[in-house]
């Protein structure tokens, strides 16, 4: 075999090389918080802020109330542009919370007991990273 056609083989081997499509599957990520007290009342159960878009769902909030008053949340986000917030009542034990959102790049997610009191508070949704076809891998300053 040539020099010539040696050269040519490797050139066709990286070029099919250079054309796969690699398919990366990123999990979604919990994230969770714990807070404890005697009697937790008005404050802030989690803060996060994304550090990419993405999108929540899936939260979860695991109470031990104190006393027989009803125990109520506000789940709120804050970006430049604005923000939404959604009030739901807990009952003691695990309570599931119906999430299903966008959040865009430096978007804030306060969850905070806005009614009642109590003594423990789990608290947990998952966060799936928004990646563009085409992102991994690559050198960019462009990430939401």
């Known amino acids: 075999m040539?020099?010539?056609k040696k050269s040519r083989n490797v050139g066709l081997r990286k070029q099919r090389a250079e054309n796969k499509t690699i398919r990366v599957v990123i999990p979604?990520?919990?994230?969770?918080?714990?807070?404890?007290?005697?009697?937790?009342a008005g404050d802030i159960l989690l803060r996060?802020?994304?550090p990419v878009r993405g999108k929540v769902y899936n939260g979860t909030i695991d109470i031990v109330k104190e006393g027989n008053d009803a125990v109520s949340i506000?789940?709120?986000s804050a970006t430049m542009e604005g923000g939404a917030h959604s009030d739901f009542i807990l009952h003691?034990?695990?309570?599931?919370?119906?999430?299903?959102?966008?959040?865009?790049?430096?978007?804030?997610v306060i969850v905070e007991l806005k009614k009642g009191s109590v003594k423990e508070?789990?608290?947990?949704?998952?966060?799936?990273?928004?990646?563009?076809?085409g992102m991994i891998g690559k050198e960019s300053d462009e990430r939401s």
Request: without cysteine.
């Open 2 to 4: 040539g020099i010539v």
């Open 28 to 40: 979604p990520s919990p994230i969770s918080q714990h807070f404890q007290g005697p009697g937790v």
């Open 48 to 50: 996060y802020m994304f």
């Open 74 to 76: 506000q789940v709120r």
């Open 92 to 108: 003691d034990g695990l309570n599931t919370i119906p999430l299903e959102y966008t959040v865009v790049l430096g978007e804030k």
């Open 121 to 133: 508070a789990w608290v947990s949704f998952l966060f799936e990273v928004g990646v563009r076809r």
